[in-house]
């Protein structure tokens, strides 16, 4: 009952955040209007023109040290957001060093470590509210509170 408690708990946290996401490795200036320049950075780097009316709310957020602080991003609503995440490849291939990255809640982030640490795994996302692993080319859904080893077995199980 407590472990499921905790996966309700991550559940709520994670929907909390789903119009949510960070942007990595842009520029901090003394005194910048921080909407302003997310609208400028995802129109060069992704190719999308959003509305400041579409931001909720934009701050940095603490960083690792010697790193540029990332910007977090609160959307209107999830179709602003997945209109900006869906050119994420776009920004990837382009060379402007900005990064767009879903935020994940704390426990997310560290099963996603996890199953990328994982022998078996090859590889593992975040999408649309819940973290995915890939095992022999199949796609399997996981959750904090889920045995990896087992979760596999089950997985062969059903083959």
Same mark, same amino acid.
């Given at each position: ?29 003394? /005194?910048?209007?921080?909407?302003? &320049? @997310?609208?400028? !950075?995802?129109?060069?780097? =992704?190719?999308?023109?959003? #509305? ?41 291939? /382009?060379?402007?060093?900005?990064? &767009? @990255?879903?935020? !994940?809640?704390?426990?997310? =982030?560290?099963?996603?470590? #996890? ?45």
């Amino acid at each position: 009952m407590l472990l499921n408690a905790y996966s309700m708990s991550n559940y709520n946290e994670q929907y909390s955040r789903k119009t949510n996401f960070k942007v990595f490795g842009v520029q901090e200036r003394e /005194g910048e209007k921080t909407e302003e &320049l @997310v609208c400028k !950075v995802i129109e060069e780097a =992704a190719g999308v023109k959003i #509305q400041m009316s579409d931001i909720v709310a934009c701050h940095r957020i603490p960083g690792q040290a010697g790193q540029k602080r990332p910007i977090l991003v609160k959307m209107r609503n999830t179709e602003c957001k997945a209109t900006v995440m869906r050119k994420r490849s776009k920004v990837k291939k /382009g060379n402007s060093g900005v990064k &767009l @990255v879903d935020d !994940v809640t704390k426990l997310n =982030a560290q099963l996603i470590s #996890q199953l990328n640490e994982h022998a078996a795994i090859e590889s593992a996302w975040y999408f649309n509210g819940s973290v995915f692993g890939q095992y022999k080319g199949k796609r399997i859904k996981f959750d904090i509170i889920d045995d990896i080893d087992a979760k596999i077995r089950k997985s062969k199980d059903r083959r």
